[in-house]
């Protein structure tokens, strides 16, 4: 580039806070690449909700519906990826997060409500992930408190979010591989016992779904209680998707080519999703009976269900590799979730919904601020001191599960506002990416999700069975909510929503259109080199 244009250009980048956000020193930093972003998304997707809570959907349901509550999910969280990455890609902006979509193509009263909440997830999601790895590394037995391993867990996780993005990137790309490679094995070591290859060379083909068979009634008998069983599946298996696709959209700032890595990374997630998910949750049913006594243990990994099936088929010393697997997904989901809760945050400053502290960056891009304060809430994790780690961990999922739930929610309204926007302009030609079977996914999408939310505890609405305790773990997230929104537009005086041809969407299309320009086409020397390219 000429390096007179170069400098306009770099002029223009400071002058306009919407390329940015961000002015002055207080810059986050490109150093994210497509394999770092691939691997976030899937560090956030896999943690100990397939590890060890999908033991707990098994023996509550039977092993059809959580086949078929994953498989579910996946679609959902496939047209939640979808509609993510349409907005980011068109705008990846450096400090950009959800909520600034949100106020963009909303409303500013919904945006700080969805920020706030997403925040708030994150904070649980963290603290979660941190009690799971305490009570995983108290697997061993060693005779020490429980406080020292929340300790050693979440100082490391701080860490590796307050050094650099780019070794943050890399640390977590590296915890996301040990995953992927456990799972690829287990999925694997599943087929081989489906067979009948495991040491006692018992073939269990499908058993299990015979006898004790593959519906367990749940809340009540016949037909009504296979759907409920399916239900309840389809509503716990949110937790183990909830925020992930979010991961990708909120790296985008710091993401090197962007509008080249962003759909790159939207493609192959849902598919491999589909591919560990997927096969995990069928595997999972074909080598453990629901009835297995165990599984209601749920607390560590002797109530993971890959455990339990390893033990069954009679392999021993594979339950001490596979507790460092579960431990290795606690701790890289919690790496993942406090970049993001941080990141919001940091967005939410530039954009005067939060207080102007949380915008500040060190030199490495890093904005160590709203890093700290995001963490210093995961120190939540240390009720597992006066509490069974079990109980404090099913807290966390409770209160987590129904924040992603709305953030959806609000995901959808938003891409149809900006779809609606890009219509009366007739602009849809110029988005860099679009996807299949839009606006009607989005409609159908956003109808289960809210549906999944009114009904994520309907089990404390049957005959005597009503908890005030799990009442409010699985409602309190909606007043919370509520309150934010109406507070902020009470206060405020803002209207129901931007009118759709008052909504801007020419602001940061020119830089961003400026930067995809400059990007350098990477051309492969060999078919090593061209192998590397497709996968990073």
């Given amino acids: 580039m000429d390096p007179k244009l170069d400098d306009e ?3 223009e980048e400071q002058e306009n806070p919407e390329f940015n956000l961000a002015t002055g020193q207080n810059q986050l930093e490109r150093g994210l690449k497509s394999r770092h972003i691939q691997f976030l998304a899937l560090g956030g997707a896999i943690g100990t909700g397939l590890f060890v809570g999908s033991g707990s959907i098994l023996s509550e349901t039977g092993p059809a519906p959580l086949f078929m509550g994953y498989l579910s999910m996946i679609l959902v969280v496939w047209c939640v990826m979808n509609v993510l990455a349409e907005m980011v890609t068109y705008l990846p902006m450096k400090g950009i997060s959800i909520p600034y979509f949100v106020e963009r193509f909303v409303d500013p009263s919904l945006a700080f409500a969805a920020g706030w909440n997403y925040w708030y997830a994150y904070a649980m999601l963290v603290a979660a992930e941190a009690s799971a790895a305490s009570i995983v590394l108290d697997y061993w037995n060693a005779p020490v408190s429980v406080a020292v391993w929340i300790t050693m867990v979440l100082v490391i996780i701080l860490l590796l979010n307050v050094i650099a993005v780019s070794f943050f990137g890399e640390a977590e790309f590296w915890f996301a591989s040990i995953k992927l ?14 067979f009948g290859g495991g040491p006692n ?3 269990l083909g499908f058993r299990y779904w015979q006898k004790p068979g593959a519906f367990v009634p749940y809340m009540a008998p016949g037909n009504t209680g296979k759907f409920l069983a399916y239900w309840h599946a389809f509503v716990k298996a949110g937790f183990a998707f909830i925020t992930s696709p979010e991961l990708i959209a909120i790296a985008a700032g710091e993401t090197v080519d962007p509008r080249r890595n962003i759909p790159k990374a939207a493609r192959r997630f849902i598919w491999r999703l589909a591919i560990f998910y997927g096969c995990a949750s069928f595997i999972i049913g074909v080598i453990v009976p629901s009835d297995e006594d165990r599984l209601l243990g749920a607390g560590n990994a002797s109530a993971s269900p890959w455990v339990i099936g390893i033990q069954r088929a009679g392999i021993g010393g594979l339950n001490h590799a596979i507790n460092g697997a579960v431990l290795t997904s606690a701790w890289s989901a919690g790496n993942s979730f406090l970049y993001s809760g941080s990141r919001v945050l940091y967005s939410m400053s530039l954009n005067k919904q939060a207080p102007k502290i949380f915008s500040i960056t060190n030199k490495r891009g890093v904005p160590y601020v709203a890093v700290l304060f995001t ?9 597992n001191v006066s509490n069974t780690g079990a109980t404090v961990f099913n807290w966390f999922v409770n209160i987590s599960t129904i924040s992603g739930f709305i953030a959806w929610i609000v995901v959808m309204i938003t891409y149809i506002r900006f779809r609606k926007a890009f219509e009366y302009n007739n602009m849809l030609h110029v988005l860099p990416y679009r996807t299949p079977f839009q606006p009607y996914a989005t409609y159908v999408v956003l109808f289960i999700i809210a549906l999944l939310t009114l009904t994520n505890g309907f089990q404390v609405f049957w005959p005597n069975k009503f908890n005030a305790a799990d009442f409010l773990a699985a409602y309190i997230t909606l007043p919370i909510f509520l309150v934010l929104y109406f507070g902020h537009k009470i206060y405020f005086r803002t209207s129901f929503a931007r009118k759709i041809e008052d909504i801007d969407v020419m602001t940061g299309k020119k830089e961003m259109d400026e930067l995809a320009e400059m990007e350098v086409v990477r051309v492969p ?11 990073a």
């Fill in 9 to 11: 250009f770099k002029t």
């Fill in 181 to 194: 490679i456990t799972i690829l094995g287990l999925i694997i070591l599943g087929v081989v016992l489906f």
């Fill in 201 to 203: 060379h018992d073939r």
């Fill in 375 to 383: 963490w210093a809430f995961s120190l939540l994790a240390y009720l």
């Fill in 525 to 535: 020397k060999n078919w090593l080199q061209k192998a590397w390219f497709w996968l």
